[in-house]
């Protein structure tokens, strides 16, 4: 089966505006519940908070892996909203309904891929789901795309034989870079957001993947994938028209206590503005396969008075070089640069250096609960952008005896993870192509 490619923005816009509607104005906003937050069902109480951050950690280098996906997905659309998400495996849920009546679906928002899927019936050959599986037959809203539509054609799906009629569905793959995949129907059904406001925000005729064969490092616990990525077939591009290209997040830090949410904000919600505001553009790549993330270049990473320039064998062919991504949790660099950036921070510190075996970060040193450790200011330069990082988005405590470097090697790409990103308002503008922070106190947000 062929796999499922993205295409034209243009077209999956004007199929967009043939078949959906907007009931939102103003903007919205949805809650993101953190994988180990208390109000996540993913939450283990058994598990201490070191053992919590080693995972977390573990999932930033396995989540790097999806970031050379084969393809992506599909389609949506809406106006300006908030809505709920939930980290897991190093991404977090977003809680969401499809169909009429509404289904309510706990999915990835990954923003490694595009496409917008649930497992449906029947099942081929499903993953093992908590919840009950999404049945198309029971909503009176959905609908199959045909093979031999030109939408079809679009969005670059395929009849499952040459013999196929004109009402048989429009077939997708897609393959993750980790070896999960999802193979099912392309369809088109009403989508519901749950907004922070306490209403709900309902999209007719958004695209998505009924996917009836799944399988791979998916949880029990979720029922698909939210793709959140700059593909045209991702909610982000399809909602496009509707948010004007504006979304934002603030993610609340890692180590907050209790069941504090962040926020994923849409429209005039996401709008990053006033004082203290700092924007890089988006570089956008020419291989149509990475498409999927936001590339901003990255010039050089300071250490106190110590800035370090940085150099990369893997940059966009449009010339960015770091992926900036919510779903990983730690910042990986690549290993020559890592390198340099290492030393010039344990110079700074000069600490009593220690090695966590359970843990794959390598720097790391010794503190007691009772001593404070001597933390460098850090000031990550994007073009345009010199984005000054406190304490807690450079170190991190992982046992009592430990507090360790936010910051990893990678074997290829270079990643902004969202321990980087925690505490600040951040706004992609996919119209005027830019990123922009602002510090932000996430918990009152």
């Known amino acids: 089966m062929a796999a499922l490619a993205t295409t034209a923005f243009a077209l999956i816009l004007l199929y967009v505006s043939a078949f959906s509607s907007v009931s939102a104005k103003g903007g919205f ?75 309510p679906i706990k999915a990835i928002a990954d923003t490694g891929s595009d496409l917008i899927w649930t497992q449906c019936k029947p099942c081929v050959d499903c993953y093992t789901q908590t919840d009950p599986l999404f049945d198309p037959s029971k909503s009176s809203t959905y609908k199959t795309i045909p093979c031999t539509s030109n939408q079809c054609s679009a969005l670059k799906g395929n009849c499952l034989s040459k013999g196929s009629g004109s009402g048989s569905p429009c077939q997708y793959e897609v393959n993750y870079g980790d070896r999960s995949h999802t193979i099912g129907d392309l369809a088109v059904d009403t989508l519901t957001l749950a907004s922070t406001t306490g209403r709900n925000v309902s999209f007719p005729k958004t695209i998505i993947g009924c996917g009836h064969d799944n399988a791979g490092t998916f949880d029990k616990k979720g029922s698909g994938i939210v793709g959140l990525g700059g593909g045209d077939e991702s909610l982000i591009s399809q909602l496009s028209t509707s948010i004007d290209g504006k979304f934002s997040y603030c993610l609340v830090p890692f180590t907050s206590e209790g069941d504090l949410t962040s926020k994923l904000n849409f429209g005039d919600n996401a709008l990053v503005s006033g004082s203290g505001v700092l924007s890089t553009p988006i570089i956008e790549d020419e291989d149509p396969t990475k498409k999927t993330f936001f590339f901003l270049t990255l010039e050089a990473i300071s250490v106190g008075k110590t800035k370090i320039p940085f ?71 994007f073009s345009g952008a010199d984005v000054k990082l406190d ?23 270079s990643i902004y993870g969202n321990l980087a990103q925690a505490g600040f308002l951040v706004g992609y503008d996919l119209k005027e192509k830019t990123v922009s922070f602002k510090p932000t106190d996430c918990t009152k947000v």
């Open 29 to 103: 906003s949805i809650d993101l519940i953190h994988r180990d937050s208390p109000r996540s069902p993913f939450y283990n109480p058994l598990e201490t908070q070191s053992q919590r951050l080693r995972n977390a950690f573990r999932r930033s280098f396995e989540h790097s892996n999806r970031f050379n996906p084969k393809v992506s997905s599909t389609v949506p659309q809406t106006d300006e909203a908030e809505a709920t998400i939930i980290n897991n495996r190093g991404e977090y849920l977003m809680e969401l309904s499809i169909g009429t009546p509404p289904v």
């Open 311 to 381: 150099t990369s064998s893997s940059s966009a062919s449009g010339g960015g070089s770091t992926i900036i991504d919510s779903g990983t949790t730690l910042t990986l660099l690549e290993q020559s640069f890592y390198s340099e950036l290492e030393e010039a921070v344990d110079q700074a510190v000069g600490g009593e250096r220690v090695s966590d075996p359970q843990s794959p970060i390598p720097l790391c040193y010794k503190v007691s609960l009772s001593e404070d450790l001597k933390v460098p200011n850090i000031t990550v330069h």
């Open 391 to 413: 304490a807690k988005n450079t170190f991190i405590r992982v046992s009592d005896e430990a507090v360790c470097f936010s910051f990893a090697p990678s074997e290829s790409l």
